[in-house]
């Protein structure tokens, strides 16, 4: 029962760890790789506008 446990624990920690690296990094990078990766706007043509 206490391995049980003890492997509830590490995994718990790994996902808490994992998240908050991911949170860090969302915070960190998100708004620069949302710039760098930015589809640019879509122009439509006047001819094609049915």
Known sequence: ???ALEFV???GGL???V???ILIE???FG???SVVF???A???KSGQDR
Do not use: N, Q, Y
């Open 9 to 11: 624990v590490i995994v």
């Open 38 to 40: 930015a589809r640019p």
């Open 42 to 44: 879509e122009v439509s």
């Open 15 to 17: 996902t808490f760890s």
């Open 26 to 28: 969302e915070l960190i």
């Open 1 to 3: 029962m206490e391995s």
């Open 19 to 21: 998240a908050t690296a």
């Open 31 to 33: 708004r620069l790789f």
